[in-house]
C-alpha cells in the first residue's frame, strides 16, 4: 500500500531514550520507538534478558507491527531499523527475525552495536577503582543466564560473583534500572576487584570456575 515508511530506532540502554538531530531521510517517513524490556522489571522467574538477541528483535518488531494497527491508513508497508549500541545488536536481530514476523524491511543501519562484551568485563575486574559502568556487570550476567536457560543450561550468579557483589547487590537486577545500579550504594560502590569470585586463587581472571566460564561464553558472542 502507498503511505510512509517506518523508521524504528533502536535505543541504547545507556542513553534509555531515542536521541534526536539525526538527519532526516530523504523520504516521507514516520519514526517507532522500540520496547524493549527494561532493566529492573523481572520477576521471581524472569531476568530481563540484556543483549539476548531475540528479545531485543521482538521488541522492535512488535512496535513495527503494533504501529500499522494503529495507523493502518497513515503508514505503509516498508520499513527500516536504525540502531546504537545494544540498539545496533537489536538491529541485526531484528533484521534476522523479521522474515519470520513481519514484512517489508527495506534497511538496517546497526552503529557501534554491542557485542562481545567480554574484553570488557575482565578489564573492569582488574581495576581497583569504582566505577559506576559496573552496573553493566549484573545485566551481561543476567542476559548470560537467561541465554543459558534458553539453552537448557544453568549459570549459578553465586559461584559467578564475590560473596558481598551476589549478596548485597546482585537482588537489585530485579528492580533496579543501569542508572540506579550505577550509584553507589549499588555496582557503583564496589572496585573491580570486588565483583567476582576469586577463590580458589589465582581466581576469575586467572583460573575462573564452570559457572565463570559459563558466562564468559555468553560474553564472547
Not at 166 to 172: E, K, L, N, T, V
Request: aromatic residues 6%; neutral net charge; charged residues 20%.
Amino acid at each position: 500500500m502507498p503511505g510512509r515508511t517506518s523508521v524504528v530506532p533502536a535505543h541504547s540502554t545507556v542513553k534509555g531514550t531515542v536521541s534526536g538531530g539525526a538527519p532526516e531521510p530523504a523520504f516521507a517517513s514516520v519514526s517507532c520507538a522500540d520496547d524493549f524490556e527494561a532493566p529492573g522489571t523481572g520477576t521471581a522467574d524472569h531476568l530481563h534478558p540484556y543483549l539476548c538477541g531475540k528479545s531485543e528483535a521482538h521488541g522492535v518488531l512488535d512496535i513495527v507491527l503494533t504501529a500499522r494497527r494503529l495507523f493502518e491508513d497513515r503508514i505503509g508497508d516498508r520499513f527500516a531499523i536504525v540502531g546504537h549500541s545494544q540498539g545496533g545488536q537489536a538491529a541485526l536481530f531484528a533484521s534476522h527475525h523479521a522474515p519470520e514476523r513481519v514484512e517489508g524491511l527495506v534497511a538496517v543501519a546497526a552503529i557501534a552495536p554491542a557485542n562481545h562484551p567480554l574484553d570488557l568485563v575482565r578489564a573492569g575486574a582488574a581495576l581497583l577503582v569504582k566505577d559506576g559502568g559496573f552496573a553493566f556487570t549484573p545485566l551481561f550476567l543476567a542476559g548470560a543466564i537467561a541465554g543459558a536457560l534458553a539453552d537448557g543450561e544453568t549459570i549459578a550468579p553465586e559461584r559467578v560473583l564475590s560473596i558481598k557483589a551476589s549478596r548485597d547487590h546482585w537482588p537489585q537486577i530485579w528492580h533496579r534500572s543501569r542508572a540506579a545500579l550505577s550509584q553507589l550504594d549499588s555496582w557503583g560502590g564496589l572496585l573491580g576487584t570486588e565483583q567476582f569470585r576469586n577463590l580458589p586463587l589465582p581466581g576469575y581472571l586467572g583460573s575462573p570456575n564452570d559457572d565463570q566460564k559459563q558466562s564468559t561464553r555468553s560474553w564472547r558472542r
